[in-house]
């Protein structure tokens, strides 16, 4: 299970966090120094995470194997999406996704007896990891993987009126709505888990406030904003649900996670 949860937060880190624009739209337009800086990215944030999340050796020659497979993998899958799944964004997205997905767990599966004989200190080190490396990527699937999957759900809602906007101011408030939507989506999610139901209706009512002059515009900036406020709401939960599930079967109970957190 650690080395799942290493390749996991890898794949994370590098598919959502440290992949850039320019590298986005270098591939895109067939750079092929925009490939090379992603498979490079990938290597490094697996070499990171396996160091710190995983307690498999790290020299052993199947890591090695796995770690290129991963990354020649995912560059070709990436390939095969900005080649035919232009026409249908959210599909290619959640395919490309779950390929990935699929071959992180047949390369946890491979490497499964490479794990030797470790001692108690060992083991319980490698349960710190586990839990850890499970709140960390559920932080990167709530914040950033559905940040980067409601771009998609609600691109077809983006009232029109903000298009009008100059071109550079336009660009501006887009970031600035990604990363308020990465902020939201991490207090939201740290107040679930440490059960803070107080702070959870503070960060949505604090919300609506700052985006009381937004929601006057008309009714499809109040609609925009009351489906996308929701989708993150519901993505949260679901999320904050499942990492208990998991945390619960590593023997973490939820005063200990509140604790920790």
Known sequence: ???????LIAHLLADFLFQRREVIEGKHDGRWQAWAEHGVIHLICLVGAWLV???FPML????????????ATHLAADWIKVR?????????????QG???LVLLAAAHWLADVRGALDTMAIHWAEVQLQAGLV???????VFGCGWLNRHLLDSLYPDSLDDDDGDQGAGLARAGLRIGWLERFLMLSAFLVQAWA????????KSVFRFEDLRKGRRHAEYFLIGTLTSVVQVVVVGMLLIWMLTLTGVSELQLGSRL
């Open 1 to 7: 299970m650690t080395a799942f949860t290493a390749l």
């Open 53 to 55: 999340f995983s307690a």
């Open 60 to 71: 052993d020659g199947r890591v090695a194997i796995v770690f290129a497979l991963i990354v």
């Open 84 to 96: 035919w799944g232009a026409g249908r964004p959210l599909a290619a997205f959640i395919l490309d």
């Open 99 to 101: 390929f990935h997905v």
């Open 136 to 142: 960390l990527a559920a932080y990167l699937v709530a």
């Open 199 to 206: 702070a959870l209706g503070l960060v949505l009512a604090a």
